[in-house]
Each structure stands twice: as C-alpha cells, then as structure tokens.
C-alpha cells in the first residue's frame, strides 16, 4: 500500500471527508477529532473485533483520556444485520450513558457500518457515527453516502434511515487480513462505477486487475475513484430522489439473489456481480445496449473472480417476487437501473416481469 493519504471531501449540507491510507486505526489524533463529547462506543462484528478494536481503543483512549469508550460486538455475517442486533446497539448506548454528543465508530465491513449507522441515527434522534470500513466493499461503497438500514425476513435494507457519517477513515492496511473472496466482492462495487458513470475506468480495472487483485498500491487509487463517483452522486441526491438511483445498478437483481438465499449463499458482491451482468442482459433485450458490452462487463467481472450466473435451485419466479417487494419498486411495475452500454446507466421504470424472467433465464 502506498503510504500518501488520499482524501475525498464530500459536500452538501452534512459535508464530511474520506481518508484513505494505511495504518489510520493508530492515529488517535484523527480518530478523536471527530467526538464531540465524551462517549465513544465502538461497534463490531466476531471476525473483525478480535483483530482491530483493542487498538481503537487504545488509540482514542491515548488521545482523549477523560473519556468514556465502550465496545459492542455481534456475530459477524449479513444474518446478524437485524432489528434484535440494532436493539443491542442502542442496549449499549444506554448503558454508556451516552448523550447527544456522543459518537459510534463502526468498525468493520458493511454489515457492522449499515447497523451501526442506523443505531446513530436513531439514539437521541441522531448522534455522530464515524465509519471505520475494514472490507473493500465498505471503503468504496456502504461506507459512503449516509444510508443505514436493518434487513428483515421480507427483503434486505427494508428498514433504515438516511444519517450521513460524520467522517469516514478508510485503513487500507486493514485489507491484508481480508479474505480472497471479501476482497474479490468488493471488487464487484468498483466495477460498478465504471458501468454507469465512467467506462474508462473498466478500462483501468482490466490492464492493472493483476496488481489491484494482489492488494498493489494501487488500490488506494481504485478506492478513491470510485469515493469521488460516489461522493459526487450523493451530494447531488443525498436521499434518492434521482440520481442516486443509479449507484443500484444490479442491486435488484442482487438483493433479490441474497434474500431468497437467507443470507447464507452469495455474499453482497457477488450477488451484484451476478446481478450487474442480468441488468446488462435486460438492457439488450430492451433493446438499450448491444450485446457486446453485457460480455465485455461480464468478462471483467470473471477476470475478478466474481460469479456471473444466477445461483443453480433459484426459482426466478421467486426471486421476481422478492423484487416486488425492493425499494425501487414501484406500484406501477418492477424499476431497474439498467444502462445503455459502458458508463451510462439509466433507470427504467415498468418493466414488464416476463422480460424479467427471461433475463434470469438466460
């Protein structure tokens, strides 16, 4: 990893930075900046706890003594992104005694911020929560953007709250302890910036995907190009009223994928990977994007490792079903982002669900 912090100011009427470089945990200066007042509780998972908390704490706790600094973990995975876990968040804010100046950090992958951040957002009606992503899906997605939610047994992120972070710090250190297949996932996310807003950054991805998939310094640069992407979408639509929609791009299709399989089958990025080449798939047959790009995108993803085909014992009715119930859903008929080639996503909405399974059909 390169040691020159890379930093990505995102405005609008909450603004905050990203920083992006290794070994950012230790930095208690920068970690305690950002509390207000005098309680910090640290939120985060049984994978992730074990490795980098301790030194959290040591770090805020060196640089603020007088405060009072709490840990709460649960059990690492998408099953535990629920309402009875979120309930344990806030279990821990009471018992701190936290006030309204208090401060979560979430420190973990998008599970643990997704969580955490919905907690923020609701203790005392919102409080600060500062983003720690541990995963390269986190640093480049779920970290960024302010959105917060809880799954429950009908869909994912169905419950939740727009509460922008007060700061996210990105240790890219953390990713040498991420295993192949994390850091393949979020692999997934990146891609998904130059599908809808920048098709030369496919272009990057695919002549350094050697060195970017052997954690090369270069992935510094990977994750802040698509912060930017993302930063500049959310400061012009910060609660999807437009724009932000097409940050979905296979999400739909994706969503669908890890609710039918409880969580337990594929995990985010793989589930949008597979996802992403489906919306490429409807795109053609819609008759918006040639057939070329739907392979090229789908080969790249291959390249990362990524899945590309629907789960085997996955009933497309079903999962077309789930999509009713998705937040981008409409009463009028199912809503996509889909694209009309390389770098130019758009949302269609009322697309017809026998277009639908066929898509999933191949």
Known sequence: MSASLQQVEVGGALPYRIDIA??????GALLASHLRGRHALIVSDSQVAPLYAQRVQAALATARPEAKIALHVFEAGEASKTLANFSGVIDALAALGATRDACIYALGGGVVGDLAGFAAACWMRGIDCVQLPTTLLAMVDSSVG????????????LVGAFHPPRAVIADTATLRTLPPRELRAGFAEV?????IVDAPFLDWMDANAEDLLAGDALLAEAIARSCRHKAAITERDPFERGERALLN??????HAIE???GYGGLNHGEAVAVGMVLAARLSTALGLADAADGQRLRDLLQRYGLPTEVPA????????ARMRLDK??????????????????????????????????G
């Not at 302010?146 to 992120?157: H, M």
């Not at 014992?313 to 077309?320: F, I, K, R, T």
């Not at 981008?328 to 809503?335: E, F, I, T, V, Y």
Request: glycine share 14%.
């Open 146 to 157: 302010g959105k917060t939610a809880v799954d429950i047994a009908q869909g994912k992120n």
């Open 259 to 261: 609710t039918e399989q």
């Open 22 to 27: 290794p070994n950012l945990l230790d930095d």
């Open 191 to 195: 891609i998904k910036y130059g599908a």
């Open 328 to 361: 981008k859903a409409q009463g009028s008929g199912l809503r996509f982002v889909l694209w009309d080639g390389a770098g130019k996503a758009r949302v269609v909405a009322d697309v017809g669900e026998p277009q639908v399974l066929d898509a999933l059909r």
């Open 313 to 320: 014992g996955l009933d497309p009715a079903a999962l077309v």
């Open 249 to 254: 791009f296979g999400h739909t299709f994706g």
